[in-house]
């Protein structure tokens, strides 16, 4: 007997006696046909399950490649899940850290504005009121960098309806990760060659012309030079139009995670 799924997945099964058994009667076959819509049904959840299950670690691959922390809430404010991303952020964070499944915040002050924000996310969502609950927060660090935080509430499914179901969505920033994209990608993206990919990395992680100029020690003219290659290949007027080009372009996915 086979069984077989709308994505062309097929699961077969077969049952025998033993030398010494009887054949299987008409009504053991019956049985055995009746279970088929079962089977089907199974292996249809199953493989839905595993579909699923991949496309969160290819979506969740990108936020680490981006280096977007994210952690999810339940409905208690308990910890339910962190990436990659996150997990580094709030290890090398003197400011923030995670503890017994909660995010902790070390300055009163910051702490106190935090609570707030995750309670009132929170009670958004218990009442299901309309748009979505999004809040931000930057934590100032005494040692390290500062850390923002984007607080919003999770979407709202009507068939799962527990304290343990995620509510709350925080996606963390470490403002003095580099963000800067890989020259090698960017050269291939925009058709620079590799000196102008490597300037346009600089000048999309925001550095100016002057101190462009001095890594690559060269005069400011030779630079501006440059720049104006690039911006004519890139079909972009100033410097500003480059970093939004290169920062919301596909060559931030190519970064070692």
Not at 10 to 24: S, W
Not at 75 to 99: D, P, Q, Y
Request: glycine fraction near 6%; aromatic fraction near 6%; charge should be positive.
């Amino acid at each position: 007997m086979s069984a077989t799924e709308p994505s062309s997945a097929a699961c077969f099964v077969g049952l025998m006696r033993g030398p010494d058994k009887k054949n299987f009667t008409d009504a053991d076959k019956q049985m055995l046909l009746s279970l088929r819509p079962h089977l089907e049904h199974a292996l249809k959840v199953h493989l839905l399950m595993k579909r699923s299950e991949l496309e969160k670690e290819i979506y969740g691959e990108s936020l680490n490649r981006l280096t977007i922390g994210t952690v999810i809430l339940d409905g208690r404010g308990k910890v339910v899940e962190v990436n990659r991303a996150a997990m580094n952020i709030l290890t090398r964070s003197s400011c923030i850290s995670l503890n017994d499944q909660q995010l902790v915040v070390s300055k009163s002050r910051f702490r106190a504005e935090f609570s707030r924000l995750v309670n009132s996310a929170i009670t958004w969502r218990e009442k299901q009121l309309p748009d979505t609950f999004v809040e931000a927060l930057r934590i100032e660090c005494p040692t390290g960098s500062d850390i923002g935080l984007l607080i919003r509430t999770a979407p709202i499914t009507s068939w799962y309806q527990t304290d343990g179901v995620p509510a709350v969505i925080i996606n963390l920033e470490d403002f003095g990760v580099d963000q800067r994209a890989p020259e090698s990608i960017i050269s291939r993206l925009f058709g620079l060659t590799k000196s102008e990919a490597r300037l346009a990395s600089m000048l999309a992680s925001g550095l100016t012309l002057t101190d462009a100029a001095v890594k690559l020690n060269l005069t400011e003219s030779s630079v501006r030079t440059y720049s104006k290659k690039i911006f004519a290949k890139m079909g972009v007027g100033r410097q500003a139009e480059l970093v939004r080009l290169i920062m919301k372009s596909v060559a931030l996915l190519a970064r070692a995670a």
